[in-house]
């Protein structure tokens, strides 16, 4: 009986440790994850938009070069 009041009392320590964590501590942290996600993540699409033009304007300039050479032909 007193090894289980022991593991409790230990346990409920464990727990106050968990939740020992500020509020103030806590939303700063989910800030900079937030901005870190917002941050890569326009990156990303930044990256993505320059791929986009410079295979749009790759295959515009494949076109212009198949044309001419049917044209010549």
Same mark, same amino acid.
């Given at each position: 009986?007193?090894?289980?009041?022991?593991?409790?009392?230990?346990?409920?320590?464990?727990?106050?440790?968990?939740?020992?964590?500020s509020?103030?501590?806590?939303?700063? #942290?989910i #800030?900079?994850?937030? #901005?870190?996600?917002?941050?890569?993540?326009?990156q990303?699409?930044?990256?993505?938009?320059?791929?986009?033009?410079?295979?749009?304007?790759?295959?515009?300039?494949?076109?212009?070069?198949?044309?001419?050479?049917?044209?010549?032909?």
């Amino acid at each position: 009986m007193q090894s289980l009041q022991a593991s409790s009392a230990a346990q409920n320590r464990s727990e106050v440790k968990m939740a020992d964590v500020s509020e103030r501590t806590l939303q700063v #942290a989910i #800030a900079i994850s937030f #901005a870190t996600g917002f941050l890569a993540g326009w990156q990303a699409n930044r990256m993505r938009r320059k791929f986009l033009d410079w295979r749009k304007k790759r295959l515009q300039d494949k076109l212009a070069e198949t044309q001419k050479k049917l044209d010549l032909a």
